[in-house]
């Protein structure tokens, strides 16, 4: 099994920034694609951003391009959202999620941006930003 622990979110003030961290364990070496979601009241659960195992491949939807940078360290088990230009849409419980080995082609097919694409998901930190 592994274990995923977010941390970092909070309160930020619009045009701010925040970075969010995402700390694996236990069976780490079975992680391939990560990934970050987010989930608003009463909204479905949304894609932020994703990496590859390597960290030479990242995707965005285009709400959050260009304002939020997905990033891993494998030596530490982590990976990172650094989120910036921080809008009150943004405001929500973020996730980070990781997918098992077995699904290792899944990122050259395209699957990285559904919930039901991801074996682990952590408990979820609060990000709120303020206009």
């Known amino acids: 099994q592994v274990q995923l622990v977010e941390s970092g979110g909070g309160l930020a003030q619009a045009g701010g920034s925040l970075r969010l961290s995402c700390a694996a364990s236990g069976r780490t070496f079975s992680i391939t694609t990560m990934a970050w979601f987010r989930q608003a009241p009463e909204k479905e659960r949304e894609f932020v951003a994703a990496?590859?195992?390597?960290?030479?491949?990242?995707y965005y939807p285009d709400p959050v391009k260009g304002r939020f940078t997905i990033s891993r360290d494998n030596a530490e088990n982590t990976v990172y959202l650094q989120m910036s230009s921080l809008k009150p849409e943004d405001t929500a419980l973020y996730y980070c999620?990781?997918?098992?080995?077995?699904?290792?082609?899944?990122?050259?097919?395209?699957?990285?941006?559904?919930?039901?694409?991801?074996?682990?998901w952590g408990q979820g930190t609060q990000v709120t930003v303020s206009s």
């Open positions: 990496i590859s195992w390597s960290g030479g491949h990242t």
């Open positions: 999620a990781a997918q098992d080995s077995r699904r290792s082609d899944y990122l050259s097919q395209g699957r990285f941006s559904r919930p039901w694409e991801y074996d682990y």
